[in-house]
């Protein structure tokens, strides 16, 4: 299986390659270059490939991975995943006093 150097800060760096990405690994052309081209993994890391490594993927992958299909459940998902701990307590009812008669005193007439 062929695989292709990746460099965080090109191919030059004193290092050598900061990995090696398998055969078939999407990655977005950032800048192409004659000998190598900058390129941004799918987790967002940028760095340096062989241009003679890359090419164009099949468009089927591409909207396969930039598409994910919907849940059928709901038809969307959340976009937060909230801890039930952290979140305010629900509001107490509005516990408005009842009226209480004064002793002595007279109620008025109903109309």
Known sequence: MKQAEFY???????????RKLPQDTLVMLI???????????????????????????????????TNPP????????????LDPRLLPPEPLPNDAPEPTPIPGAQQSPSP
């Open 31 to 65: 800048r192409p270059s004659f000998g190598y081209s900058k390129v941004k993994l799918m987790n967002g890391q940028q760095g340096y490939v062989a241009s003679q490594d890359i090419r164009a993927a099949p468009p089927e992958v591409v909207s396969a991975v």
């Open 8 to 18: 965080l800060y090109g191919p030059q760096q004193a290092s050598g390659p900061d």
């Open 70 to 81: 919907v849940s059928n459940e709901t038809g969307r998902t959340p976009k937060f995943h």
